[in-house]
């Protein structure tokens, strides 16, 4: 049981409990007891939902007559709760979309044969409500009410952290200051991608961030253009399905980089747009690495918690290995951080990333100009590997 929580529970042959608004789960109760649901679902694979009776607040003179009816219904592993709104929310564990809304229309019908004011009600089920999928991408705006939207926006509150005022202003007043100082980086960057490669200097891609919504990445382009990212899709799915295994970039073995390219992307300049990403609120400077969605489909739904906090430019995985580190270990990364978001963390991952990027830097001049012997003895079975490898690229590229 979750320290602290105030769980009402049935007596042993006791066929009712008797639940007033003072037995109700405060706001912070609540919100510790649904993250251990979530967490015990993702484990067993299970679904739970959460209903929301908008309209019933503190001081409704329905409320008490409701709570007396909702003890004829509530099982033992039920709970309420308030919400951060003030509206009565109930946590339904193993219950589907539909046995929430049986559950929840009965209650409702049963005030209403009292005469009793109409009750509103909203069903949240986790993990079908939790993150953007296709369904939700193909449905029309106004097929959600503003009401419905600002319901899911106060559930999802209850898995995520909400951003600290400090690091939103860290965010503005960080990227306004890099953006100015790396004024002269985008210019000759810009000019030197025009001279080197035809196409736009920009590359933006759909990324996924905060609660799982997509949203437009930028980079500065370091492949030819027009290239084919199947490839690169199967490379992520193996590492995401091993787990195991170093998540090892394909900069090395990549036809589609042009010259130059992977000095840009050693030295994580070809990020530095990002900044833009940042000062809109889209990313902030330290989080999780936003993932591209077809590496999302991929994850387990404990992996998914990465996604409770805003992604970053830099960030925990980053100073701590980046690609020498695998799949399992940059997501364990990713959720202890989201899980401790502090302003000293910050301003400490901050301070070790120009560290990170210089002994990358300094590890990728070595392995190119001195070899170690035992490398230089396996030089010719690299050397046709990387052969295999860029032809898979280039007929990817093709087709």
Request: charged residues 25%; positive net charge; proline residues 5%.
């Amino acid at each position: 049981m979750v320290k602290g929580i105030r769980v009402v529970k049935r007596p042993k042959g006791m066929k009712k409990r008797n639940i007033t608004s003072g037995t109700i789960l405060t706001p912070q109760e609540f919100k510790a007891l649904v993250n251990y649901e979530r967490a015990r679902s993702d484990r067993n694979g299970s679904v739970f939902s959460i209903a929301v009776f908008d309209s019933l607040k503190r001081g409704n003179k329905n409320l008490e007559g409701f709570l007396a009816l909702i003890s004829r219904y509530i099982r033992s592993i039920d709970c309420i709760g308030w919400n951060e709104k003030g509206s009565v929310t109930v946590l339904l564990p193993d219950t589907s979309r539909k046995g929430a809304e049986i559950f929840g229309r009965k209650l409702i019908s049963e005030m209403e044969a009292r005469g009793e004011a109409l009750v509103e009600l909203e069903i949240y089920t986790y993990p079908e409500h939790w993150l953007e999928n296709e369904k939700a991408a193909q449905r029309a705006p106004e097929m959600e009410s503003a009401k419905t939207e600002s319901v899911r926006n106060s559930i999802e509150q209850l898995f995520v952290l909400k951003m600290p005022w400090w690091k939103r202003a860290t965010d503005i007043l960080g990227s306004l200051f890099l953006l100015i100082l790396t004024l002269p980086i985008f210019f000759f960057l810009s000019l030197y991608i025009k001279l080197v490669s035809p196409g736009p200097v920009f590359f933006k891609q759909t990324r996924i961030g905060f609660k799982g919504r997509p949203f437009t990445f930028w980079k500065f382009r370091t492949m030819k253009y027009d290239n084919n990212e199947s490839f690169h899709g199967k490379h992520a799915q193996s590492f995401i399905k091993e787990g195991d295994i170093p998540m090892e970039k394909l900069d090395n073995r990549d036809p589609r980089i042009f010259p130059g390219g992977r000095v840009i992307r050693k030295c994580c300049v070809d990020e530095l747009p990002q900044l833009w990403n940042i000062l809109k609120g889209d990313m902030s400077l330290v989080g999780p690495r936003p993932c591209i969605p077809y590496e999302a489909q991929e994850y387990l739904r404990w992996h998914t918690h990465r996604f409770d906090t805003v992604p970053g430019l830099s960030g925990l995985w980053q100073v701590s290995g980046k690609n020498k580190l695998t799949f399992k270990q940059m997501i364990r990364l990713d959720i202890n951080y989201s899980r401790n978001i502090t302003f000293f963390g910050d301003i400490a991952i901050i301070l070790r990333t120009p560290v990170a990027i210089l002994q990358m830097v300094g590890e990728a001049f070595m392995n190119k100009f001195f070899y170690r012997e035992d490398k230089v003895l396996a030089f010719s079975q690299d050397a046709s590997a990387d052969q295999k490898i860029s032809a898979k690229i280039k007929k990817a590229a093709v087709s």
